[in-house]
């Protein structure tokens, strides 16, 4: 009897045993597949950040800025302020930059005016894309007590390669007599008094004003301006270019050049002053591949090159465009914001859809070419243009043109070395 009631024991004691290891095996197996995808790489986003709440608010200015806490798996290259006084404002609006990197950043404001309510919001640029940061608002002041002259500019005229003719008409002088006037202007949207400007007597009225020591073939912002003892109030902003180039068009007297090298033939684009090839490289040499190493790639979108070898990539008259070079470049198409748009072939031939803002005014047809890495491995053909420069950023860095399919930017970023880029010539 004894050896009889024992043996429900053992098997009960068996059972329980072999349940326990079933469960610490599907422990182990939960455990192992967790811990397998958190080892997952991440895909990189836009950065995350934070807007700050406008401080040192005064009738015609403020401080304002933003926290970076991420920047999406990619260096932050450029950061700042945008602004309007519309809601949801973005870098297409007014904006102004402050430096790069995560943290925190502040910057001013100049030039608004006076009893106005801004809108604003922090917005930061890695490779993937811009991030903007949460909208908030701030109204100036009302002119310290008293009323801002009234003031209107005129329209510009008599535009040559380095002067131009404008001017304003005060109308209202506020509550004291205007002390100062004329016109301020700059590359930069909404120029103030801290930038060039004329001073044009004193008092109402219209008054002309002679805008020197410009720039050829390079785009301007003016504003009239009038300042009594309550502040300094802007007219209207107008805009325009200084003559000596266009865009768009063959290059003078030399429509297509013929790599002598190895025979193949590029057309020409005058953008300004500059005249370009209208496509990107495809000379074989040194360090340089077809995107995922497929030759019809290199007849669409032309070779990928390392820094090094893009340096010669060019053939003899011609050369890879310094970063001075390109700054004039997108400059002369309206700055960084809206360059790209104009820059970038329309369509989506070869774009990934949207291709948002591609216009291709400026003739330069940049496609998307995409980038062969350090590690061999290949991305972003259809949704990125890479572009070299011939300035080195650092030992290992060398500055770059990066445009996007998803915004009308262009992107001043240092890329590595080592990694390949497209390769656009500019004639010597």
Wanted: net charge neutral.
């Amino acid at each position: 009897m004894g050896n009889e009631t024992n043996k429900p024991v053992k098997m009960k004691t068996s059972r329980i045993i072999s349940l326990f290891a079933v469960l610490i095996i599907v422990t182990l197996t939960i455990s192992y597949n967790s811990c397998s995808k958190t080892e997952e790489t991440p895909t990189n986003t836009v950065p995350l950040l934070s807007t700050r709440i406008a401080s040192g608010v005064t009738n015609s200015s403020a401080t304002v800025g933003g926290i970076i806490t991420s920047n999406g798996g990619a260096t932050v290259t450029i950061r700042g302020v945008c602004y309007s006084t519309s809601s949801n404002p973005t870098v297409i609006d007014n904006s102004i930059q402050s430096g790069s990197g995560t943290g925190t950043f502040d910057c001013e404001i100049t030039g608004l005016n006076q009893n106005t309510k801004y809108y604003f919001k922090a917005y930061a640029m890695n490779s993937v894309g811009i991030g903007y940061g949460d909208q908030k608002s701030f109204t100036t002041q009302d002119g310290g007590g008293g009323d801002l002259p009234t003031v209107t500019t005129n329209t510009v005229s008599n535009i040559t390669q380095t002067s131009a003719t404008c001017g304003g008409n005060i109308t209202d002088q506020g509550s004291s007599s205007v002390s100062v006037k004329g016109v301020c202007w700059s590359t930069s949207s909404n120029p103030t008094t801290s930038d060039s400007h004329t001073t044009d007597g004193i008092g109402p009225g219209s008054f002309t004003s002679n805008i020197t020591g410009l720039t050829a073939n390079t785009p301007y912002y003016a504003r009239a301006y009038a300042t009594n003892n309550a502040g300094t109030a802007y007219g209207n902003q107008v805009n325009f270019t200084t003559t000596g180039g266009s865009a768009g068009e063959p290059c003078p007297g030399i429509p297509t050049i013929t790599d002598p090298r190895d025979l193949q033939v590029y057309p020409t684009v005058q953008i300004g002053s500059q005249c370009w090839l209208q496509k990107n490289m495809n000379y074989q040499t040194g360090n340089s591949w077809c995107y995922d190493n497929n030759t019809s790639n290199c007849t669409t979108y032309g070779r990928l090159y390392d820094w090094q070898t893009a340096l010669g990539a060019c053939p003899s008259g011609w050369h890879l465009p310094s970063d001075a070079e390109w700054t004039a470049l997108t400059t002369f198409l309206g700055g960084e914001p809206i360059a790209g748009g104009k820059m970038k072939e329309a369509g989506t031939a070869h774009w990934s859809s949207p291709n948002t803002g591609a216009t291709n005014s400026s003739g330069f047809a940049a496609l998307p070419g995409g980038t062969r890495y350090s590690n061999g491995n290949f991305g972003s053909l259809t949704n990125y243009a890479y572009f070299w420069s011939s300035t080195e950023y650092s030992s290992s860095g060398a500055w770059s043109r990066l445009l996007y399919g998803n915004n009308a930017y262009v992107n001043r970023y240092s890329g590595s070395k080592t990694d390949g880029c497209s390769a656009r010539c500019v004639q010597d």
